[in-house]
């Protein structure tokens, strides 16, 4: 664990003492970029970054979930026909190539400003990965077991759960360790429209500290939001691993 975690951590504060000096030395206006210690200081001095980190971490987890629970049914619906994936699936792709700023003032108008919005903003943002992933653990399962499955009258619903859930179970996980990351960035773009200064998160103190340019407040912000990100996906990473290290080859051996 020490060997994985050392190299990455001195480069971080080779990184950071670099920086430091540099902006330092160079003078370089705080509004420009300003020097790690100012940007440490900026979590301390500003005690709104912790309730907009909180804010914002309800929405990612509310997007996710719904990301990750619509995007298994959805999958599972398109799975149980070719005429019904050939007529849908084009739809599910709609959603990973719609701008979320686009129509971020649709889903205010539609669901009023706060929590919901910006939740349903991570929610089109991060369910692609869910669908596309699910359905294909989905159509890969062996068709032999499928056809022992058949012999032994086995119903749709026990296929389903005894089958070919468990083999698109690491597909499964892979989408969705993708769309953690993808719910976080999608309930920041949805701040940027459909949050509210009464119960701020990071994406409203981003767009603030950038109009009265203070960039200190701007990289904290963006720190915890990545940090947000990070801590979701190894919460999903942690539960796949848990779930497959048993059986599955990609995740024996791994610590």
Do not use: C
């Not at 599910?92 to 929590?115: E, K, Y």
């Not at 603030?208 to 990473?237: E, H, I, W």
């Amino acid at each position: 664990m020490t060997k994985k975690i050392l190299p990455p951590l001195v480069a971080l504060v080779v990184l950071l003492a670099l920086w430091e000096v540099l902006v330092r030395a160079l003078a370089v206006p705080a509004f420009l970029l300003p020097p790690p210690s100012a940007i440490a200081a900026a979590f301390g001095s500003d005690a709104g970054l912790g309730r907009a980190l909180l804010t914002t971490a309800g929405a990612a987890l509310v997007g996710f979930g719904l990301a990750a629970t619509l995007g298994v049914l959805a999958a599972i619906a398109l799975a149980s026909s070719r005429w019904v994936e050939r007529a849908l699936y084009p739809y599910t792709v709609f959603l990973q190539t719609v701008p979320i700023v686009a129509i971020a003032p649709l889903l205010v108008i539609w669901f009023g400003p706060g929590l919901r919005a910006v939740a349903v903003a991570a929610l089109i943002v991060a369910v692609f990965p869910v669908i596309a992933n699910t359905l294909a653990g989905l159509r890969s399962v062996d068709p032999a077991l499928r056809d022992l499955f058949r012999l032994y009258g086995a119903s749709r619903f026990r296929t389903l759960y005894k089958l070919e859930l468990p083999a698109a179970l690491p597909q499964l996980v892979t989408g969705l360790r993708v769309a953690s990351g993808l719910a976080v960035i999608g309930t920041i773009v949805g701040e940027f429209v459909a949050g509210f200064s009464d119960d701020a998160g990071l994406g409203i103190v981003i767009l603030s500290a950038y109009r009265q340019l203070k960039t200190d407040v701007l990289f904290a912000a963006v720190v915890l939001a990545a940090l947000l990100g990070l801590a979701l996906f190894a919460a999903v990473d942690l539960a796949g691993h848990r779930l497959l290290r048993r059986w599955h080859p990609s995740e024996k051996g791994a610590p």
